[in-house]
């Protein structure tokens, strides 16, 4: 209805000036709300869940490392062993 009216970009500008009002209200709304329990339980789980990913992080870099170490040891032939153990083993 409003471009029956005015031209196409006083129409803009009218429906931008009515958004800007409907924004300032919700705005003013939410303002002084805090947060709820719910909310803050929320936050709390999060943060120990990335904690704990962080903690797994570490665990998951050493397993393939802890596996090399493991594998190496097992494929000694005799020559990569030192002397003393060639001869008593």
Do not use: D, H, K
């Amino acid at each position: 209805m409003l471009r029956w009216y005015v031209q196409p970009i006083n129409a803009t500008l009218v429906l931008l000036g009515i958004n800007t009002v409907v924004l300032a209200v919700f705005v003013a709304l939410a303002a002084p709300s805090s947060p709820g329990y719910a909310e803050r339980e929320a936050l709390r789980i999060r943060q120990q869940a990335i904690q704990e990913a962080r903690g797994s992080f570490a665990v998951t870099a050493l397993v393939p490392l802890a596996g090399t170490v493991l594998r190496s040891r097992r494929g000694t032939n005799s020559r990569q062993l030192p002397l003393w153990r060639r001869l008593t083993g």
